[in-house]
């Protein structure tokens, strides 16, 4: 090949690769951008599962009649004695998805109650119900489930009543003094002291 043609050569080979640069820059972040969703999805945990493969433990936390719990509870699920997830339970009930399999303990703490603990094996990919049962201390001022609201003095809610009546009736002098007579009565129930 004559020296003159591989001179001219020479300056083609030069702009090649940025030619090529220019297309794959355009492609990778294609690539990248396409699996990013994808990727960002995956917690670290679940890195090595598929969203197939996930266990569900679903605890409910209940008092010694076997109704749930409505004071607050901490739930913690442990695996091997190491901790794996914590939640709070909201009306006595919590959901853990893991995705390991294996045998769990669930610990149960909530204030009034002597703490709780229920061993789970999970050996398939599926949803398993736990119920953890508390007995409360013997120290706790409560003896039945926690009350609703306050009751009010028969007297007292036959003049909130009336107070409430002349009120829809727009009497407000009436109202007044049935209220007032309810107040006497129950100075610190919180229906009383709403109408007020």
């Given at each position: ?7 001219l ?12 640069a220019?297309?794959r820059l355009?492609?990778l972040?294609c690539v990248l951008?396409?699996?990013?969703p994808a990727?960002?999805q995956?917690?670290?945990?679940e890195q090595t ?5 996930r ?7 209940r008092?010694?009649?076997g109704?749930p719990?409505a004071?607050?509870a ?11 997830g914590q939640?709070s ?9 893991v ?5 769990f303990?669930?610990?149960v ?11 789970v094996?999970?050996p398939?990919?599926t ?5 953890v049962?508390?007995q409360?201390e ?6 039945g489930?926690v009350?609703?609201?306050p009751?009010l003095?028969?007297?007292?809610r036959?003049?909130?009543d ?5 009120l829809?009736?727009?009497?407000p ?8 007579e ?14 007020q």
């Amino acid at each position: 090949m004559p020296h003159w043609s591989r001179a001219l050569m020479h300056p083609a080979t030069q702009r090649a690769p940025p030619r090529i640069a220019a297309l794959r820059l355009p492609m990778l972040s294609c690539v990248l951008f396409l699996t990013l969703p994808a990727w960002c999805q995956l917690t670290v945990g679940e890195q090595t599962t598929a969203r197939g493969e996930r266990a569900q433990i679903a605890v409910t936390v209940r008092d010694s009649a076997g109704q749930p719990i409505a004071v607050p509870a901490t739930v913690r699920l442990l695996r091997s004695g190491v901790p794996y997830g914590q939640e709070s339970a909201s009306g006595g009930s919590v959901v853990f998805v893991v995705a390991a399999l294996g045998e769990f303990s669930v610990v149960v703490e909530a204030a009034g109650y002597k703490n709780g603990q229920k061993d789970v094996l999970v050996p398939v990919s599926t949803e398993f119900k736990v119920d953890v049962y508390l007995q409360r201390e013997s120290g706790s001022l409560q003896i039945g489930p926690v009350p609703g609201r306050p009751l009010l003095a028969p007297k007292a809610r036959e003049a909130l009543d009336k107070g409430l009546q002349a009120l829809g009736s727009d009497k407000p002098e009436a109202a007044e003094k049935y209220v007032s007579e309810a107040v006497k009565l129950a100075p610190g129930h919180p229906d009383v002291l709403y109408v007020q």
